[in-house]
């Protein structure tokens, strides 16, 4: 059981559908679950408020430990004692009732990693979690010496031994016993944007499987956590906060990213949102009151971070140069009180389910391709028969410089109900403004009760190449 401190946050949703409904067949599959309770507890009734949550793991593709759902439950509070019981599911104590509705009400129906072990939360019955000794299986985080034998926990004696001596030097060891190097569980360090050795301690270790290219294998198995991959916690695929801890000496990398140099007269939200959703999945941005034209992005996974920030860094659009970085925070918080941007829209908004991130799963994800920022941009889901003149007109009505020429897809199929082509903007730096205003703008529908959503992406493609479908740069 896990228990939790503080109050319950409210959300603030970005998505048409409001809460969602995570008991359908994509969220459960009570076939294989990991560890299944009583069918009494699954039926019928809402149980008493707790302090202590029942969690019951679906589809366990990957070995579920203390470890890990200490990492999942953290984030809502303090957790107090977990118990995996082997048949009766996983039982976390919090050190609040509010900690632990926090927990249930963010975390019931998740995925720890994307596409399995989803979560199944509910009010246990016992109020109190006994925990004999700290391993895989239970821990007692208030007594961490918990089945230690006596001066476990002593320090050595000496810091470091000689070097040169020891098992890994050439000289003789006086005595073998000492420890190994500690080496963090990783291999070593392959070439990449993050920098140093052990920066990505989530990184997959095949290709990433949502679009762009597959990254290098850069890292041994984690004998904490056993073979899978660290949880991410998603509501579905693409997303998460972020995994457990790397072990002691390894630089962190987690899901979330740091904006510097934004225009803080013209942007927002939904205004980086449109920029950024071409990369991953966006979680949550939040604008930082203490620093103006900053922000915080939390993405679906470290993989979209990397994208954004290798493709986007020094971008400059709105008089402003952005200047991207990963940063130390492993997810970011509700903020149940935004404050208002200059243009009247809140600082904190979450995405999580929005239907306009594009990542959600890996056959939408198999669309984009990852480009860096150009003066095309490839447009969709414009309303069918739009002419270049009401094209440049979407983004004069947003008042902002609108494409110098814009290319129209000619389709043969006369069940067509959408436009696509190409527009190109004169800079680059008008092309950012234009997909940071004008993406996911609606477009009324003249035949039909519901407007077009006009979708846009960088393209790399010269104006005068490609056919349908050639050219498109994204999703």
């Known amino acids: 059981m896990a228990q939790f401190d503080g109050h319950a946050a409210k959300r603030q949703r970005t998505d048409n559908e409001g809460g969602r409904d995570f008991s359908g067949g994509n969220y459960y599959n009570n076939s294989n679950n990991y560890n299944r309770g009583p069918p009494s507890r699954r039926e019928g009734f809402e149980e008493k408020p707790n302090h202590i949550l029942l969690i019951t793991v679906m589809n366990p593709a990957y070995p579920i430990t203390t ?89 050595a004696l000496l810091q470091e031994p000689p070097r040169g001596y020891g098992p890994q030097g050439n000289a ?3 005595d073998s016993r000492g420890p190994p190097p500690y080496d963090g569980g990783f291999d070593d360090y392959m070439p990449g944007p993050r920098g140093p050795r052990g920066a990505d301690p989530y ?87 203490s620093k103006e034209g900053c922000a915080m992005i939390q993405m679906g996974d470290p993989i979209s971070v990397e994208r954004a920030v290798s493709n986007l860094n020094g971008s400059v659009f709105f008089d402003s140069k952005l200047q991207l970085g990963f940063s130390k925070q492993a997810f970011l918080n509700d903020v149940p009180q935004p404050f208002t941007l200059p243009d009247g829209t809140p600082s904190f908004k979450d995405y999580m389910g929005n239907r306009n991130n594009r990542f959600t799963n890996p056959e939408a994800a198999s669309k984009n391709r990852i480009l860096p920022p150009s003066k095309m941009l490839h447009f969709f889901n414009a309303p069918f028969g739009i002419t270049e003149d009401e094209m440049k007109k979407v983004f004069e009505d947003k008042e902002v410089t609108p494409p110098s020429s814009v290319k129209l897809f000619t389709s ?9 082509g190409l527009i190109e903007f004169n800079t680059v730096n008008q092309s950012l403004e234009g997909l940071a205003v004008c993406n996911h703008v609606p477009i009324p529908n003249p035949s039909g009760k519901f407007p077009y959503i006009l979708k846009l992406c960088f393209s790399s493609t010269g104006s005068g190449g490609g056919g349908r479908g050639g050219p498109r740069g994204g999703y």
């Open 412 to 420: 043969k199929n006369k069940s067509e109900r959408s436009s696509s």
């Open 172 to 174: 003789p060891p006086y």
């Open 67 to 155: 470890d890990v759902i200490h990492t999942i439950c953290s984030p809502s509070g303090k957790v107090l004692r977990i118990v995996i019981f082997k048949k009766n599911g996983v039982q976390a104590m919090f050190d609040s009732l509010e900690a632990a509705e926090r927990a249930k009400q963010s975390l019931n129906g998740c995925d720890i990693y994307s596409g399995c072990c989803t979560l199944k939360i509910e009010f246990a019955k016992p109020t109190r979690l006994n925990v004999y000794k700290n391993d895989n299986e239970s821990w007692d985080y208030t007594n961490n010496a918990l089945g230690k034998p006596p001066g476990a926990d002593r320090p």
């Open 203 to 289: 990184g997959p270790a095949g290709r990433d499987p949502y679009g762009g290219p597959a990254p290098p294998e850069r890292f041994g198995r984690d004998p904490y956590r056993g073979e899978g991959p660290p949880p991410v916690s998603p509501r579905g695929p693409g997303y998460g906060p972020g995994g457990p801890p790397p072990p002691p000496g390894a630089n962190q990398q987690g899901s979330v990213m740091m904006a510097y140099g934004l225009n803080h007269e013209k942007m927002n939200c939904d205004k980086l949102f449109n920029i950024l959703c071409l990369y991953g999945n966006i979680v949550r941005i939040k604008f930082l009151k």
